[in-house]
Nanobody
Framework: QVQLVESGGGWVQTGGSLRLSCAAS????????MGWFRQAPGKERSLVAA????????VYADSVKGRFIISRDNSKNMVYLEMNSLKPEDTAVYYC????????????????WGQGTRVTVSS
C-alpha cells in the first residue's frame, strides 16, 4: 500500500521557520515527481512547490518564491519543504503529493496524497 506521511507542521510566529517532511512508503518514488500543496481555511488546495525526479528541477508558487525550498532524498524516499520568513497567510494544511499524469498544477492529476500537516503562523 502506497503511503505518504507528512510531519513537521506546527505553530510558529511570523518570520519563523519550519521544515516539513514527507515519508513515502509502499513503492519507490525516485522515478516520480513530487509536490507540496496547501489548503487554507475556506480556500481551494493549491500548489506550493514541485520537484522533478532527480531534484534538478523545481517550481514554486509566486507567493513562496525566495522563502520556501523543496528538496528530496531519493535514497530515503523523502521529500522536504523548508519554509522560511513565514507569514500569517502561509497558515494552512500542507499536503505532500506524489506522481502526476498531465499537468503538475492540476490537483486532480496527482495520484498519491498524504493526510496533511497543519501549519499555523501567528502575527
Amino acid at each position: 500500500q502506497v503511503q505518504l506521511v507528512e510531519s513537521g507542521g506546527g505553530w510558529v510566529q511570523t518570520g519563523g521557520s519550519l521544515r516539513l517532511s514527507c515519508a513515502a512508503s509502499g513503492r519507490t518514488f525516485s522515478n516520480a515527481d513530487m509536490g507540496w500543496f496547501r489548503q487554507a481555511p475556506g480556500k481551494e488546495r493549491s500548489l506550493v512547490a514541485a520537484i522533478s525526479t532527480s531534484g534538478g528541477g523545481t517550481v514554486y508558487a509566486d507567493s513562496v518564491k525566495g522563502r520556501f525550498i523543496i528538496s528530496r532524498d531519493n535514497s530515503k524516499n523523502m521529500v522536504y519543504l523548508e519554509m522560511n520568513s513565514l507569514k500569517p497567510e502561509d497558515t494552512a494544511v500542507y499536503y505532500c503529493a506524489g506522481e502526476y499524469k498531465g499537468s503538475y498544477v492540476n490537483i486532480q492529476d496527482w495520484i498519491y496524497w498524504g493526510q496533511g500537516t497543519r501549519v499555523t503562523v501567528s502575527s
